[in-house]
């Protein structure tokens, strides 16, 4: 068992091009760690850099309290899992899962044993002659887990494992993955550009942005003070709200602050003709309703034009407020609604949405 | 598909038989001569059924070959044809099947200009630089060697695209597993890569040994030597346009003897044929 | 190229492309860089002192009539074979195309000639067209006609393309079959409701869209009939009579193995190098014009 420490890491390429941008990361033994981020963030690039696949531009990538930088992949004593699995098409699903341990020298009984086993935990016993050709997605999925465990690595590393399912077998297979892990209890780093997928697995949250770390941190913590507007609008679905705090409406209501942004989670709206006291109100005309069943999602334009805000991933349309409602509610289209929040459901940020204001 | 005509299908039927005949009839014929005495084939009498001389002329033709024109049993011939044509096939698929694995898996120094040096020997067949070679070839002292007889022939480019395309194709993430699971270079190329490579060698066979076989100007230039004379040289020997004493069913029998290795093998392993002509032409 | 190098062992790398370089360098490149040096040079008539002439030799060949008569004689036979190859190769496929039972049967047999020789379809077909016995001369010569091919050039041009057509058939048959067979059936099938007979829908959407497949096919078999045909031709006439059937590579194996005149004959294999780099040139336009559709 190991933690994972990464310091200052850095990776830049012949052309000068920066993917990783100085990141600071420490992983405790055990830990499940989830890096999270929008595509060509450099979360796959920093797996990599761990497993040893990138080399490492400055900085230290520290396994169990030995510095890597220099240690190749199959020496590193970790696993990893591909996204498109990467098994072995020729080999049986037991040979697959064997092939790592022969490399290394194991005596036969003991990889029939560790073999077995994994093949128990994943339930592919009756799989074990197959080639991955026969097999489906989600049985493919499980062989690559398969040939992670029987290693029994300090480390499991998972590169968008889940991607390629649909779907109902990506939630299953979730699950299945948190289960595994708290049982093998093996430190591990999962990538992944699913935010439900990286709230509901993660110890511990990394998210990413252009090459640098945004924000780290248990993910309740990070969802409910979001560091800056894209962690804001990144993790939560639907997104946060972010509207200028320099328009009238916003103005009057908050007084003089130094926050340029406001942020308010689509559910910590209530439809009210009252304003509580320090929150903010706001004057909607609904422009279309989503019902799922057991909410309701209602898109809300504001009366007055709005300053559109820095681009962000998943931003809405100037002016455009989405509400959280009970899946028993349904306003009419094209009514005119007041939707309000209070003081400590609201999320202030700089002009540049790149520093949290405590109000 | 789109037809519902009754007799749509009739034409194609004709057609095709007509394209079968064609092609089928010359070496129908060439089986019957071979079933028949001499004297009957030189009166222009030979009927289109099998005579009974098929026996006693393989044999002859065999083990002793035609009597007049060459003293070489086509046996020998065979024999010859076939050391040449496997390893043809075999040094093209061996050499570029390990240069196509350095030119896709690895970073060496000037990788780019030998990917470039063997991709320009697919522009020039050996008819147009023969003499050349075939100095080279006798400089070396390869003539009447089979190593003189298949190395030159193995110079081309051809083997090694089919490799490479096929190389780009299989993930990276394969290679990256391989690495994690302790797998070096040499064991990659063992335990994955050969494998996985398996039906383009095959294919890649199937076609090298046909160009090998039928191989005609190099072997004829190369080999003074009567006992390494292939198959489709001796053929020719045997036969004599201007002479009307030809051993016409020992040169049939010869003939059908070297169009059956490559026939078998095309049409037992069409499939593989099929993918190994249309892939190496990309 | 993508770069997918992923190991980095440089002595391993080398050893590994060692022995197709070699042979490349060997057999390939001196040859053709001797063939080139040599088309520059004239040896006098006992061998024994060379004089560096710059281009005197490719200037006496295009002197000599005969070189001009074997380009004729190249361009015709070229013209019939490529054409009777490929319209029949053309026709076989579109009717295997179509779905009909025996299919397989049918491509086996048309894929035979594919793997006879050309020195041996030479052999089967001097066997039928062998004055006096053979069967189809005798057919002939019934009918009036004084088939003799060691004697008459047109006849011994006309066996030559037959053998050539015959031997190339399967070649292109299997490509055009390949290339008829990528078509998307929807493409038809939307043509077919837009009211297109089967001749005019062939005539509108199949053959523009087997275009690449067609034009490939021409490129090869232009290199087929110029280079590849060297065993037939000396199988079944030997250049003759009089060089009536004599091709510009085959002229190049006459003059060589004479070795009378090295500088001349060196000068005649690098025009036709000179050739094939222009057809494959062409042929690495058209693939890389694929790639970007």
């Known amino acids: 068992m190991a933690n994972v420490t990464l310091r200052n890491v850095r990776k830049a390429y012949p052309n000068g091009f920066e993917a990783i941008k100085g990141v600071d990361v420490d992983v405790a033994d055990g830990q499940f760690c989830v890096l999270v981020g929008p595509s060509g963030c450099g979360k796959s690039t920093l797996l990599r850099m761990v497993a040893g696949l990138e080399t490492i531009s400055s900085g230290e990538i520290d396994i169990g309290g030995r510095v890597v930088n220099q240690v190749e992949p199959a020496d590193r004593d970790i696993a990893m899992v591909f996204q498109n699995y990467a098994l072995y098409p020729h080999m049986s699903v037991y040979n697959n899962m064997a092939y790592g341990l022969r490399n290394r020298g194991m005596p036969k009984p003991e990889i029939e044993t560790r073999v077995q086993e994994a093949a128990r935990i994943l339930e592919l016993g009756t799989m074990l002659d197959r080639k991955p050709g026969q097999l489906s ?215 540049d949405g790149r520093t949290r204001i405590e109000a | 598909m789109v037809e519902h005509r009754r007799f749509g299908n009739l034409l194609p039927h004709l057609v095709l038989l007509a394209g079968v005949a064609v092609v089928a009839f010359p070496v129908y014929l060439a089986i019957i001569a071979s079933t ?58 061996a050499i570029s099947i390990l240069s196509a694995y350095a030119i896709v898996f690895f970073n060496f120094p000037f990788r780019m200009a030998t990917f470039w040096t063997i991709f320009v020997t697919l522009m020039l067949p050996v008819e147009v630089r023969i003499f ?151 | 190229m993508e770069n997918r190098a992923i190991f980095s062992g440089r002595l391993l ?62 361009f015709f036979f070229s013209l019939l074979v490529v054409f009777f190859s490929l319209a029949i190769g053309l026709l076989l496929a579109v009717m295997a195309n179509r779905n009909i039972a025996g299919v397989q049967i049918y491509r086996t047999f048309l894929i035979i000639p594919y793997a006879v020789a050309p020195a041996v379809a030479s052999v089967l077909f001097i066997f039928m067209f062998q004055p ?14 004084d088939w003799n091919p060691v004697l008459n050039g047109n006849h011994a041009m006309i066996l030559i393309v037959i053998v050539a057509v015959w031997n190339q058939i399967s070649y292109n048959f299997l490509f055009f079959l390949a290339g008829l067979q990528s078509i998307p059936k929807s493409v038809i099938e939307a043509a077919a409701i837009d009211g297109a007979r089967p001749a005019r829908r062939f005539w509108t959407i199949v053959f523009p869209l087997l275009s690449p497949t067609t034009f490939f096919l021409i490129v090869v078999n232009i290199t087929y009939a110029f280079f590849n045909t060297l065993g037939i031709i000396d199988t079944a006439t030997e250049g003759g009579p009089n060089g009536s059937t004599s091709t510009l590579v085959y002229k190049v194996f006459l003059d060589g193995k004479a070795g009378s005149d090295l500088g001349g004959s060196a000068a005649q294999s690098v025009i036709l190098m000179i050739i094939v780099i222009g057809l494959t040139a062409i042929q690495f336009r058209y693939v890389e014009k694929k790639v970007h559709y």
């Not at chain 1, 990144?234 to 328009?247: D, E, H, Q, V």
């Not at chain 3, 860089?33 to 088309?39: E, K, V």
């Not at chain 3, 006096?132 to 006609?145: D, K, S, V």
Request: with cysteine; aromatic share 8%.
């Open chain 3, 132 to 145: 006096g016995l053979g069967m189809i001369a005798r057919a002939l010569q019934r009918n009036g006609i």
């Open chain 1, 137 to 351: 997605g989600g049985q493919r999925q499980r062989v690559a887990m398969g040939r992670a465990i029987v290693r029994q690595p300090k480390v499991f590393l998972f590169d968008e494992p889940l991607s390629n399912l649909d779907a109902k077998l990506r939630i299953a297979m979730r699950v299945e993955i948190r289960k595994l892990q708290r049982r093998l209890n093996t430190t591990s780093i999962y990538v992944t550009h699913d935010q439900l997928e990286a709230m509901t697995l993660a110890d511990i949250l990394v998210v990413m942005n252009g090459g640098k770390v945004e924000q780290v941190g248990n993910p309740l913590a990070i969802y409910e003070k979001p560091a800056t507007t894209f962690v804001a609008s990144f993790i939560g679905a639907p997104p946060m709200n972010l509207m200028s705090t320099r328009a009238d409406e916003i103005k009057s209501q908050l007084g003089s602050a130094d926050a340029g942004i406001l942020g308010i989670r689509p559910e910590d709206f209530v439809i009210t003709d009252q304003t509580p006291a320090g929150g903010v109100a706001l004057a909607l005309t609904v422009e279309a309703i989503e019902r799922v069943g057991a909410e309701t999602f209602v898109y809300g334009t504001r009366a007055q034009d709005e300053q559109r805000i820095a681009a962000n991933p998943g931003e809405l349309p100037p002016g455009e407020v989405i509400v959280r409602i009970p899946g028993s509610e349904a306003p009419p289209i094209g009514q005119k609604i007041r939707v309000a929040a209070v003081r400590q459901k609201l999320h202030l940020f700089s002009d």
């Open chain 2, 132 to 282: 050349p070679t075939y100095k080279i070839t006798s400089d070396l002292h390869m003539l009447d060697s089979y190593s003189g007889l298949i190395l030159p022939l193995i110079a081309s480019a051809t083997a090694t695209l089919l490799f490479r395309q096929f190389f780009m194709t299989i993930p990276k993430e394969l290679v990256e597993a391989s690495k994690m699971d302790g797998a070096g270079p040499i064991r990659f190329f063992f335990d994955t890569l050969l494998p996985l490579s398996v039906t383009n060698i095959a294919a890649l066979f199937v076609i090298l040994f046909i160009y090998g076989w039928n191989q005609y100007l190099w072997p004829l230039l190369i080999t003074t030597r009567d006992d390494m004379q292939t198959i489709v040289i001796g053929i020719k020997k045997i036969i004599d346009v201007k002479d009307a004493l030809t051993e016409w069913s020992v040169a049939m029998a010869t003939a059908v003897l070297a169009m059956l290795p490559p026939v078998a093998i095309v049409v037992l392993l069409q499939r593989l044929f099929v993918k190994g002509l249309i892939e190496t032409e990309k």
């Open chain 3, 13 to 74: 790398a080398c050893l590994l492309v060692f022995p197709q370089l070699a042979i490349s360098l060997i057999f390939f490149y001196w040859p053709a860089a001797q063939a080139l040096w040599q088309s520059f040079l004239v040896q006098d008539a006992f061998g024994l002192s060379t004089e560096f002439v710059w281009f005197e030799n490719y200037v006496t060949l295009l002197k000599t009539p005969e070189y001009y008569h074997a380009i004729g004689t190249t």
């Open chain 2, 36 to 93: 028949h005495d001499n004297t009957v084939i030189a009166n222009g009498q030979m009927p289109l059924y099998p005579g009974s001389h098929a026996l006693e002329t393989y044999w002859n033709t065999i083990v002793s070959g035609a009597g007049r024109t060459t003293r070489e049993p086509v046996g020998s011939m065979l024999m010859a044809s076939f050391i040449m044509a496997v390893g043809i096939a075999v040094g093209k698929i």
